[in-house]
């Protein structure tokens, strides 16, 4: 069975790190466009960031930009977000999606993103930011 499955998040204090993975089975995602986003309680799921399937070129929200990196390792079939100088605001529902195309649309900055805008989504990773 296709699908994504996230791992990596976690309760860290303000300032700090974590790395999220995006990993695929069933489906080699080298080649696709794979985004990254995230929902917080009573909030609408926002955009966070993407990499495109083409050349790997990254994009970010401007709420994450000079925070988060986002990055792909092919021979594990995974995508990354390292998230760095995380704040109270970062704290989430992370989830990732392809919709098994080569570019990223404009949504990796959208504070409005629908589910069925992808095709395949993870289940998702909490990820809270408090002291």
């Known amino acids: 069975q296709d699908q994504l499955v996230e791992s990596g998040g976690g309760l860290v204090q303000p300032g700090g790190s974590l790395r999220l993975s995006c990993a695929a089975s069933?489906?080699?995602?080298?080649?696709?466009?794979i985004a990254w986003f995230r929902q917080a309680p009573g909030k609408e799921r926002e955009g966070v960031s993407c990499i495109s399937g083409n050349d790997d070129s990254t994009y970010y929200a401007d709420s994450v930009k000079g925070r988060f990196t986002i990055s792909r390792d092919s021979a594990k079939n995974t995508v990354h977000l390292q998230m760095d100088s995380l704040e109270p605001e970062d704290t989430a529902v992370y989830s990732c999606?392809?919709?098994?195309?080569?570019?990223?649309?404009?949504?990796?900055?959208?504070?409005?993103?629908?589910?069925?805008?992808?095709?395949?989504w993870g289940q998702g990773t909490q990820v809270t930011v408090s002291s």
């Open positions: 999606a392809t919709d098994l195309t080569r570019v990223c649309t404009d949504s990796y900055n959208s504070r409005s993103v629908k589910r069925y805008e992808y095709d395949y």
């Open positions: 069933g489906f080699t995602l080298n080649y696709y466009a």
